[in-house]
């Protein structure tokens, strides 16, 4: 049994690889051809704790992937990272487990801003973009970085609820800040909100006509970014249909009956299709996070490092 | 991170470690101390395989455990094993993966085995037994060792519904096989049903006023080894309810209303305070496998080969 380091990871997981799985996985999660059970937990309260237990499996592959993370919030007061984590990455054929990823989370995290990078990419009006970050975690600051892979960017401006975190950006090459949240709104052709909220980060009056917003944030049932105002107005796209009406942004206005999870197209079906974006229109992709792009990640990786 | 061979787990997974995991992971089950998420499945009928991923954990213990299992049961054809699988041995204080336990699915095997024979000595008549063990496979195999360890027996009497895969036992030392299942039934004690059927292996007729029957077979919806005339007569224990209404012995005979849920005493309440028993009732303790056993096995055994 392989255990694969975060170094050989980080060597193995060249952006190019993550985007053509990512892509691929997303694709074959709109078209059903992959196998996502719904997502086990614990919980430590005693800790501030939880760990979250993903299957995932794209029909055909020659692995599945299992992905156990962890995230302890207390974990700073000890002088350790608040995630971890590791795949399990077994065959499809034989059952034998071929690897494990020890990746202390980052995978997710790399999966998490392709896909986002990606849904910008396809849903955003043509041409160089002026992209607005909302938040100042690990996401906001991967955000610019695997944006840029894929677009030119014309400027790319940092915004948050709290000043200090946002302050922090100030000396980081290609990026600005913006004092408030609506003065990065003011400009943007592409937002990407990246925040733990749970309530909306800014009014709909404050998004232009033409503006794409790609959602991160919301990965917990309570989590909230956007205002229910702007979701039954926008064009709306996810990753995966159940996921987002349990807990992602689109949740709350779902189970109100403000918004037709018909209406709601596939972010795979998009990236095999392509998008056709009415001019004016503001679209909104809120991604959850599929377990089929786990799945698909880490068995690239996994089958560089040579786990055959 | 440590990856603990199958060579190591065998020597660090002594049966008084098992028993005494696997008891107290029962009680403090019954005592609703212990997380256990529904399983999570996938399935590849392309090569007649399947997985399953079970997350446990006890309140208050320093780890949890996620179990990967994997069963492929056309893998002979290729020389190979059928199960293979593994466990994540976490911390619950800080979510760092502390062990890896490439146990090949044998603590799984060693645990379903110890918990039978906890539940056949604490439910069965005192005194030596003369046990009937139903099956031919490797729990069959494992029932004799680990009933041995914790009660005299008289007798071992192997049966089952293929004559050649019980003449195979014949050889076996202490253990004497029977040409019909009601042939072995007619002389025992106590009974173990170690099989994958679907359907009854036996009459009710066929079982002796106070006889105990563990019944550890029925691990997937459809299975059943026990006729629901039976149960409906008996004195029922189970190792989870939630598990045995799913999928258990009892869960055809739940559903279909003749068996009601509430007399059903949890084999961990019995294990803590004592089972008086009736002298000439039928006893049956329907095991499903509890996540939490998993979690406390592990763990012993984690502890043990010095994971901290």
Known sequence: ???????????????????????????????ARTQVPPPTHLLFPQCDGDAHVKAGYIVGAPTFTVKVA????????????????????????????????????WLTAWRTAAAAALATDVLSRPGPLTLAIIGTGLQARLAAEWHRLLRPLRRVIIAGRRPEAVASFA????????????????????VVTATASTKPLFAAAAVRPGTHITAVGADLPGKQELP???????????????????????????????????????????????????????????????????????????LKLGCH
Request: glycine share 8%; no cysteine; aromatic share 4%.
């Open 1 to 31: 049994l392989k255990v694969h380091t975060l170094e050989e990871i980080e060597l193995a997981a060249t952006p190019n690889r993550v985007f053509e799985a990512v892509r691929a996985a997303l694709i074959a999660h709109a078209e």
């Open 70 to 105: 962890t995230g302890f919030y207390s974990n700073h007061k000890l002088g350790l990272p608040s995630n971890h984590g590791l795949y399990v990455v077994a065959s499809s054929q034989t059952g034998e487990v071929l690897a494990i990823l020890d990746d202390y989370g």
């Open 171 to 190: 000396r980081v090459p290609g990026v600005e800040t913006a004092p408030t949240i609506a003065d990065a709104l003011a400009v943007a052709d592409a």
């Open 228 to 302: 229910v105002d702007l979701l039954t107005t926008a064009v709306l796209i996810a990753d995966d249909l159940e996921q987002t009406l349990d807990h992602g942004d689109l949740a709350q206005g779902m189970r109100a009956g403000f918004i037709d999870p018909t209406v709601v197209r596939l972010l795979g079906q998009v990236l095999r299709d392509g998008f056709e974006r009415p001019s004016d229109a503001i679209t909104v992709a809120d991604l959850t996070g599929v377990g089929a792009v786990d799945a698909a990640v880490a068995e690239t990786v996994a």
